[in-house]
């Protein structure tokens, strides 16, 4: 089956850095992918659509400059959460569409 | 109402029985029918990928698909431990505007 490896896995920050989490599609190239965001014992929440070369599109209630997304490449969109505060603490995953979609393993994000 | 219901639990069974995990929606332009297994802090792994109506085997895993009452399953036969997961049913009318359910807890006790 298709592989999207998603990294780093976890990570742990002050409140005000800016952290990266990058996506790759490892066996073919996608030229969507999708950011989500999920809190304990609930379900995914679309965040954006990524799509390579262009510019991302948000859903409803997600600040843009806030989430920074980049599809610079048909195998790799990184989300930036920016200036990040606790409030931004959450498991993010990325998915990566081969029809059906093909999930990451998820970053599990901790701002102190 | 949502376009994707689905009975959030938890649900548990005994080793060795079989389970049934069921979703409805609304949407009847929805033609593609994923399931997904999600372990605790993992990132949801497809199981059963259907599209339009009928059936799917693969192993222990049937999925089923009845557009006429816009309602999806999932059937686990024999059951093990290892099962023990959330299971999410997603569908989509287009290929990449996909809807989830809320997710099943699924706990397979030994």
Redesign the interface.
């Known amino acids: 089956g298709a592989v999207v490896s998603q990294h780093p896995s976890w990570v742990i920050c002050k409140s005000g850095t800016s952290v990266k989490i990058e996506c790759r599609s490892l066996d073919f190239q996608a030229t969507t992918m999708f950011w989500y965001r999920q809190f304990p014992k609930q379900s995914l929440m679309l965040m954006a659509t990524s799509n390579e070369g262009s510019k991302a599109t948000y859903e409803q209630g997600v600040e843009k400059d806030k989430f920074l997304i980049n599809h610079a490449s048909l195998t790799l969109s990184t989300l930036t959460v920016t200036s990040a505060h606790p409030e931004d603490s959450s498991f993010y995953i990325c998915s990566a569409s081969n029809q059906p979609q093909h999930f990451g393993d998820g970053t599990r994000l901790s701002i102190l | 109402q949502k376009e994707v219901e689905q009975d ?1 639990g938890p649900l548990s069974v005994p080793e060795g029985a079989i389970v049934s995990l069921n979703c409805t929606y609304s949407n009847s332009a929805f033609q ?1 029918f ?1 399931w ?1 297994r999600q372990y605790s ?6 199981l059963m ?1 259907t599209y339009s109506s009928g059936n799917k085997e693969d192993g222990r895993f049937t999925a089923q698909v009845d557009k006429s009452s816009k309602y999806i399953s999932l059937f686990i036969r024999d059951s093990q431990p290892s099962d023990s997961a959330t299971y ?1 049913c ?1 569908m ?1 009318a287009m ?2 505007d ?1 809807r ?4 099943t ?1 699924l706990t397979v006790k030994p």
């Open positions: 959030p593609y994923m997904y802090r993992k990132g949801p792994e497809l990928y999410l997603a989509s290929i990449h996909m989830f359910g809320a997710g807890r």
